[in-house]
């Protein structure tokens, strides 16, 4: 199946449904399926799926789930299956990156085609979802009354269709449609599933779904991602409850520009930042055992953003703050650590050295910019950084890749990429989490450009994406928490 992207990360994508469990990967030409029913586990759908697509490579997976998801996991046990979904592990037992979303959804996201939409999925059960301009959201219309204690899926699912006979069901169908879409005001209703092809005829706004639009949706799922090379099309904003989702994001991030970076060049060069939200995410890279066996680890460099001027050891040292329970404890070769020698007596000779070792690692021409494949950034309360701070010349070095600096704020030297090798790179993630940043966090992305006082705001990628991870309490000023 071809999106018309180029997708350097294999995908799977399973469709869960009530009688067929469907998988497809990207760059495979058939789908694959496994009979379901009602004493079908999570567990059991998982061996099935390993079990059936031994032979493909994929290194994160889809699933388009029968039931409710909310922030990304199944909170309702599915109505046509066993039990077992809610709570499951999906990512441990499949080894890889999951993402799941209900199945309706999923294959609404594969059928969209601008607009307002409405997609119905007739099959065991009722699937719904509405996308509109681009976002999809599911609705769960299946279990609300419809007529005489019936539920909507009692009628147009499979158990109606065998309870009334096809003759009856076809007529309760169209009701069905021109209810929801009286309801709803969609532009065009997309009708999928099993069963939409039993349908004689189709209403004048309808038009019939194609299935393996479930797997294109599954692709989709994952398709930002997967284009780290994309032009600038502004930040992406991703507002999670709590730190930890934050660093559960980035996890996943760092992992999908590590193997694409890796399958492009064989090498993934990542810039870190001290910080304490940072911190969670490389404990949960050292410790997971998802990220700790998928990663390439020994095709990973990694490098700092910026370091304090104070040796490796001392407890304020952004190597340190990353060494410690995390790359010490990650098999990646001590060659691959290139660390900022804040141990060195003058900082300004600490910056030459760090800028000779970019230009030695990423065999840098005279003028040239070094392009990391990731850098992790955080924000300060004043707006700072890396330690681009407001008010300092370091601002808008343009000459140098790496500059050392005085920094009243912090009464000490700091050791900084400079504003172009940050924008220079394929992809910048911002980790902002709690109420204290809030303030700085609305003036950089919300307030005028004065980027003197708010130096973040200087950070965008001249050919690379942004992501902005932050937790609600950090976004609490934000005007329009949604908007890219
Ligand atoms: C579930 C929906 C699902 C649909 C189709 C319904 O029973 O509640 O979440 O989308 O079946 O599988």
């Known amino acids: 199946m071809d999106d018309g992207r180029d997708f350097s990360v294999n995908i799977l994508s399973i469709d869960v449904g009530g009688t067929h469990i469907k998988a497809l990967a990207n ?29 493909w ?12 998801v909310v922030h990304g996991a199944p909170v ?8 077992g979904w809610v709570g499951f592990d999906f990512a441990a037992a499949l080894g890889r990156p999951v993402r799941i979303i209900n199945d309706a959804a999923m294959q609404a996201l594969g059928s969209d085609q601008g607009g307002r939409m409405l997609f119905l999925g007739l099959g065991t059960g009722l699937g719904s979802a509405m996308v509109v301009n681009g976002r999809v959201e599911p609705l769960e219309l299946a279990h609300l009354p419809y007529k005489r204690k019936r539920s909507y899926e009692d009628v147009v699912g499979l158990r109606g269709l065998r309870r009334i006979g096809k003759k009856k069901w076809r007529r309760e169908v169209s009701v069905v449609i021109a209810q929801l879409a009286n309801a709803l005001e969609p532009d065009y209703v997309v009708i999928g599933g099993g069963n939409a092809k039993l349908l004689a005829e189709l209403p004048s706004n309808a038009r019939l779904g194609d299935n393996a639009n479930a797997f294109l949706g599954g692709f989709r799922l994952w398709a930002d991602s997967a284009s780290a090379d994309q032009a600038w099309t502004g930040a992406e904003r ?36 001290g910080g304490s939200t940072p911190r969670g995410l490389y404990e949960l890279l050292a410790s997971d055992p998802t990220w700790r066996t998928h990663i390439p680890w020994y095709r ?6 910026d370091e304090r001027h104070v040796p490796p050891d001392h407890t304020d040292s952004n190597f340190r703050s990353a060494n410690d329970g995390f790359l010490a404890s990650v098999p990646m070769p001590q060659a691959n650590i290139h660390r900022v020698h804040g141990e060195m007596p003058d900082a300004a000779e600490a910056a030459a050295d760090y800028e000779r070792e970019l230009g030695d690692q990423f065999r840098l021409a005279k003028g040239e910019l070094p392009r990391f494949d990731l850098i992790v950034l955080g924000l300060g309360e004043d707006g700072h950084t890396a330690s681009l701070f407001p008010g300092t010349r370091a601002l808008w070095e343009k000459q140098h890749l790496v500059v050392s600096h005085r920094v009243d704020q912090v009464a000490g030297d ?51 994406r942004l992501i902005w991870l932050l937790d609600r309490a950090a976004a609490q000023g934000l005007s329009a928490p949604n908007k890219g």
């Open 27 to 55: 760059g495979q030409s058939e789908v694959r399926k496994v009979e379901s029913g009602p004493s079908m586990t999570a567990a059991m759908m998982v061996e099935a799926v390993k079990r059936m697509t031994a032979d």
């Open 57 to 68: 490579s994929y290194d994160v997976v889809s699933i388009g789930y029968p039931g409710p």
């Open 76 to 83: 309702k046990e599915p109505a046509n299956l066993a039990p």
């Open 238 to 273: 991703r507002i999670v409850d709590s730190p930890e989702e934050i660093v559960l994001a980035a996890a996943a991030e760092f992992y999908l520009q590590a193997i694409s970076a890796v399958g492009n060049a064989g090498v993934f060069r990542v810039a870190l930042s």
């Open 300 to 305: 990973t460099h990694v490098f700092w953003g």
């Open 414 to 464: 700091r050791i900084t990429l400079t504003a172009p090798v940050l924008n220079n790179a394929a992809c910048i993630m911002f980790m902002v989490s709690g109420v204290h940043k809030a303030r700085a966090l609305a003036a950089t992305l919300e307030g005028p450009h004065e980027p003197d006082h708010w130096p973040a705001q200087m950070i965008k990628p001249t050919r690379g």
